[in-house]
């Protein structure tokens, strides 16, 4: 995955000076086309329709030449279920990340917006000794390295010196993996990452690249000196002159943990920031924490990870540490498109309600909400994969009875508001749809999706989705496109 233009790697740059970055594909492809709010946006030209013409606007726009090999979904309806508009709305289409929608809404109507994630930490022994220390993770994907200084802050007041196993309980959900979905080279990057139980800093870490003398191989360095040890790097990239195209690629090894560097970086070119994966997450959780005990005078003999359930009947409880409410993780998901956040809420509504796989229990929850299953077939939570099919018909649905249900609010709010927040950002800034829409994006490589509540200008509130598939132009240009077909629909009303 090329991380190309300057507004990126300045992005990045901050996220890794101020925290681990939450930046996902989705976000990235944004970054990537980024040059100014305007050229992101459309001019709000389009003058008021009558419901009979809204037809005519949407489909002179869809039928453009350029989209003569593209498909389009699109379902327009009140919040009633009265149909304004319907293209292919009973159709399967790959969401890309809205099939969020179907996850979040899944994961708040079962779970509840209140719902925290709970890692126990178990002891043997008493102060200053513990013969183990278990730290069972329980998915929580909010675990920072400040949470383990935190925890190391409460064994130095509960005067701990000395542990004899640390123990990394990782066993919680199945051991990590990737889906086998999703494309091979996408796994080495952040928004790919394996999915565990013992999750920290997002299970991602940060690669810089900068540029050295002219014809002399690029630096490079590493946010994190535990995961740097993790990854092989083979660096082939070189610094070239001053202002030559840029044109670093790194690329994984499918089934390695190795990382390629290769192409140029100009020499006047600032810090160049990757965000990639972490290759074991529970390693790198307890080689983590042992360092920060180190750090603390706590001495600690032996370290492991456990991927089987494996509890002491002499433990006790020695503290826990407590998530932020659920409703603040959906609104991470849905607002930034956070990739794991997806993937781990739908394994932990698998485990309340006690069913084997994630995808059972988001077809359980959904139908619970009267969500028709055959409108739907999802291979993940997150829709990084393209095995995922939806109907337009199904989104809208799920919309509408979100709206009616007691989470309403709480769901909205989990959605990117238009030219203000999340995904959503830098989109539809010169329009009236601003502050009007808010929503859930999809990005794929040839695929574009939007799906919320607009509150056009007639006072309406309208339900939609838009779907494009197999298309051949850059992400920028489907974005726009779509950008263009929401406008449409927020000047059309009754004449």
């Known amino acids: 995955m090329k991380l190309v233009f300057k507004w990126l790697r300045f992005f990045s740059l901050l996220s890794l000076l101020f925290g681990t970055s939450t930046i996902n594909q989705e976000t990235l492809a944004q970054k990537k086309d980024f040059k100014s709010s305007v050229e992101n946006n ?22 453009r030449s350029e989209f003569r090999r593209s498909r389009w979904g699109i379902e ?54 513990l013969t183990s220390l278990r730290l069972k993770g329980k998915g929580d994907p909010t675990i920072t390295s400040q949470s383990l200084k935190d925890i190391v802050h409460q064994l130095q007041v509960l005067r701990i010196k000395r542990i004899e196993k640390l123990i990394i309980d990782d066993s919680y959900f199945e051991p990590p993996t990737i889906n086998p979905t999703w494309e091979w080279s996408d796994i080495h990057s952040y928004f790919a990452t394996a999915v565990n139980s013992t999750i920290l ?6 690669l810089t690249l900068l540029p050295q003398q002219i014809g002399q191989p690029v630096k490079f360095y590493w946010s994190d000196a535990i995961a740097a040890r993790q990854w092989q790097v083979i660096n082939e990239a070189t610094t070239a002159a001053l202002d030559a195209p840029y044109e670093v690629e790194i690329d994984g090894d499918l089934g390695r943990p190795t990382l390629q560097i290769r192409g140029k970086l100009a020499v006047n070119e600032p810090a160049d920031v990757w965000d990639l994966a972490i290759v074991d997450p529970g390693n790198y959780f307890l080689e983590s924490l042992r360092l920060y005990l180190a750090q603390s005078d706590i001495k600690v003999v032996q370290g492991i990870v456990i991927n089987k359930p494996d509890r002491n009947k002499l433990e006790t409880e020695l503290m826990v540490i407590t998530s932020s409410p659920i409703r603040q993780i ?19 509504l698998a485990k309340e309600l006690k069913l084997k796989t994630p995808i059972e229990a988001i077809n359980k929850s959904l139908n619970n909400l009267g969500i028709n299953s055959e409108d739907y077939v999802l291979v993940d939570a997150s829709g990084l994969s393209r095995q995922n099919l939806v109907t337009p018909k199904a989104l809208v649905t799920i919309l509408r009875l979100m709206s009616r249900s007691a989470n309403d609010q709480t769901f ?26 808010i929503g859930k994006t999809g990005t794929l490589t040839g695929v574009g999706t939007l799906s919320g509540y607009l509150s056009a200008a007639n006072g309406q509130t309208i339900v939609f989705s838009i779907l494009l598939n197999n298309s051949e132009l850059s992400s920028k240009k489907i974005r726009q496109v779509i950008d263009q077909i929401t406008v449409i629909l927020d000047r059309a009303g009754k004449c």
Do not use: M, W
């Open 42 to 63: 459309i001019a709000d030209d389009v003058p008021r329709l009558c419901h009979q013409d809204l037809s005519t606007a949407i489909e002179n726009v869809i039928n």
């Open 76 to 129: 327009v309806q009140t919040l009633d279920g009265d149909s304004l508009y319907s293209l292919n709305g009973d159709k399967f289409f790959t969401p890309a990340s809205s099939a969020k929608l179907l996850t979040t809404a899944a994961a708040l109507s079962s779970l509840g917006a209140n719902y925290r994630f709970r890692t126990p930490i178990y002891s043997v022994g008493n102060p200053p000794n």
């Open 201 to 206: 800093n997002q299970n991602t870490v940060t």
């Open 330 to 348: 959906i609104a991470k998901t849905n607002q930034e498109s956070n990739n794991l956040f997806a993937e781990v809420l739908a394994r932990v």
């Open 412 to 437: 909205r709010r989990s959605l990117a508001i238009a030219g203000v927040n999340g995904t959503l950002k830098n989109r539809f800034i010169n329009t009236a749809v601003k502050n009007n829409l």
